[in-house]
């Protein structure tokens, strides 16, 4: 039996004249990437057992403009946050989820001055606020006892200074969260900020991705969580370059409490 998911969109919800309680902000690799797909597919199962009231755009959701930014071409960065601008506006929207933290820095920090004023939350930020209202409930399950190691996403933490949110999550999963020597504000990039996804290493000795992924295997770990669908790809390549994915899963927060929740 096919799941059903239920996904409106905001040209929907303002067709019947209502305004959902957030903007869903899927983001390009939420939407495009077989891999971030799952992630997205787990934050709105949470979201539909939640009884959250959210919409996505769509069709109309266009990319941030983060990758040209961070590439250096601000003229594309700029026609594309103002299309996005112009759409968010027209729809009225005041509060922004996403579960990419290059999509959250980008919305919240550099939209603000083209004409873009929201309320943007990373999808931790969210459940864990959803968790304090007593919206969620998260039992252990699946991850009781397990030992997890949690990657700082870049433009999570030293860029935007959110380390608790993904961390209260874990541990109310019963796990056993275990700390790489670097992590919060310490903590290494993935390798694949700043446009680096998209194209090839540059000749070294070893790619960023491999040394982060060694911080994780020192904690032994079962699982490492990430809370970006950049960092996913990127430990998920060191595992696989260690031979490794057998024993250690990589999975986002929002599939951690999906899984242990049995959505």
């Not at 996403?153 to 019963?174: F, M, Q, S, T």
């Amino acid at each position: 039996m096919a799941e059903i998911l239920n996904v409106p969109t905001m040209a929907e919800m303002m067709a019947q004249g209502q305004q959902p309680e957030v903007v869903f902000w899927v983001g390009c690799a939420g939407s495009f990437d077989d891999r971030a797909k799952r992630i997205t597919k787990a934050f709105v199962k949470i979201l539909n057992q939640a009884k959250v009231s959210f919409a996505v755009l769509g069709t109309e959701e266009s990319c941030t403009g983060d990758p040209a930014k961070r590439a250096g071409n601000e003229f594309l960065f700029q026609m594309q946050a103002m299309m996005n601008i112009q759409v968010l506006n027209a729809y009225e929207a005041k509060k922004i989820v996403t579960a990419c933290p290059h999509c959250f820095n980008t919305l919240k920090n550099e939209y603000p001055e083209l004409g873009g004023h929201y309320e943007v939350i990373h999808h931790t930020q969210f459940l864990k606020s959803l968790l304090d209202e007593g919206r969620l409930k998260i039992e252990g399950g699946t991850y009781k006892g397990k030992r997890i190691t949690f990657h700082d996403p870049c433009y999570l933490g030293r860029a935007n200074n959110v380390y608790e949110a993904p961390r209260a999550l874990i541990e109310k999963l019963d796990a056993e969260l275990v700390e790489m020597k670097r992590s919060r504000a310490n903590g290494l990039c993935c390798g694949a900020g700043g446009a680096q996804m998209f194209k090839e290493p540059e000749k070294g000795n070893k790619d960023v991705n491999i040394e982060r992924t060694e911080d994780a295997l020192e904690t032994k770990p079962e699982v490492i969580a990430a809370g970006c669908p950049f960092c996913n790809t990127m430990m998920t390549d060191g595992v696989k370059h260690y031979e490794k994915e057998s024993e250690i899963k990589v999975l986002d927060i929002a599939e951690l409490i999906a899984n242990a929740q049995d959505l």
